[in-house]
């Protein structure tokens, strides 16, 4: 396998460029099996395959893409000795804390993250493969929708500190039960090092508790208890003032735009790591921290607040941004939802739920693109459509200076064409 370390794997036939590997995955709606000529007339140099094709191409049979890549990915990581590895999990705030630490951690250290949302079985070894350059620091996402997910991610790259961020309700379709997702979320620590330490959230006494049996040296984050503690926080001027308690010492700082509570914590649990690893809190660096796109980014444009939260979402999430709505503008609050998916047979019950939360708000416009969200039933209902033109326009003509807007759904809904839409009237 050493020959195939040098060129760059790609899942997708349409990516490829010539010298690449082609990775034939057999997905819920596509499979990749059936793309191999495809990707060998882009120039392909191999394809990686679980069944014969018939193509006279450089094809490798195996067992499993899975195990195929894993291997490939901790031959490339190589001896772990000399390396500190930082495994992140939760139902939310996982992309969020990956790039906190790594902003921070790189003003002094050589740190490797998996970009963009590769914390899969397929993304977080690909991310290896492709993009790891023997950076001593790995910061690395452990994304899970069944249980041995993250066991298995682990066993590439065992993490000598292990963070578990929340327990939501998240893939609860796919699982089950919260309870279910708590035991997926804790083989981080069952399948970290032996002497690694865990970094946990405070405030969930359930999870806090499981934790403990591990018997690990642990670090707690939260706004009720813990190491480090979100005592207050408010905007000033468009920006966020914080005040936390870091192992005992009131420490106040500035942030650069408006974090909501969530990011905050993110912060939190990344500074909790900074501690791990012997680390000074960097004050003087924090105002210039940068938080990623798509995930609660507040806009100021044409006298109005706009919430860009459109990269995903659950029920936690939601709770989240309609309290933050409520702290920020003087104005009136609306929303643009789509539908939370992969709920299964809890839809019902989590669209009903999330009714309740808008109830706070002023106005709530229905993207019906996906129809799960037909199932919400709230009082604050403007419109409901699946026309992205239709619902921005309505918007447009209704809100005025001072209001705060959000658009938010599962990524899978595309809401972020009603927002396409409505940026579109604005600059005009």
Known sequence: MKGLLSRRFVLDSRGIRPGDVFVAVKGKRVDGHEFVREAFERGAYAAVVEKPVKYNGNIYLVKSVVDFLADLAREKLGS?????????????????????????????????????????????????????????????????????????????????????????????????????????????????????????????????????????????????????????????????????RYFGEKIAF???????????LSLLA?????????????VRILPELKLPENRFHVMRSNGLYIINDTYNASLESFDVAVKTMLRIGEGKKYAVVGSIKEQGMF????????????????????????????????SKILMRSDNPKVIAEDLF?????????????????GIEKVLGKFMELLRR
């Open 397 to 413: 003509n209704r809100v005025v200076e001072g209001d705060v807007i959000l658009f938010k759904a599962s990524r899978a809904v």
């Open 270 to 282: 990344s500074i909790s790591v900074l501690k791990a690893l012997d680390k000074e809190l960097p």
């Open 254 to 264: 500035k942030l650069s735009g408006i974090w909501n509570e969530g990011q905050l």
């Open 80 to 244: 772990l000795e000399g390396k500190r590895i930082i495994g992140i999990t939760g139902s939310n705030g996982k992309t969020t804390t990956k790039e906190i630490l790594y902003q921070l951690l790189s003003f002094t250290e050589s740190v490797f993250k998996t970009p963009g949302n590769m914390n899969t079985e397929y993304g977080l070894p690909l991310s290896l493969i492709n993009e790891y350059r023997n950076e001593s620091i790995l910061v690395l996402e452990m994304a899970m929708n069944k249980r041995e997910d993250i066991k298995h991610l682990c066993s590439i790259a065992p993490p000598d500190i292990a963070v578990i961020l929340n327990v939501g309700t998240s893939h609860i379709g796919l699982l089950g039960s919260r309870g279910d997702i708590m035991e997926a979320k804790l083989e981080i620590i069952s399948y970290s090092k032996e002497n690694s330490t865990v970094v946990c959230f405070h405030d969930d006494d359930e999870l806090r508790e499981r934790v403990k049996e591990f018997n690990k040296r642990t670090l707690f984050f939260g706004r009720e208890g813990g190491d480090v503690v979100l005592e207050d926080w408010w905007y000033v001027n468009g920006d966020t003032v914080c005040i936390i």
């Open 347 to 378: 839809s019902k019950e989590t669209h009903e739920r999330l009714g309740k939360k808008l109830e706070a708000l002023d106005g709530v416009y229905l993207y019906t693109a996906d129809d799960e969200i037909n199932q919400m039933k709230c």
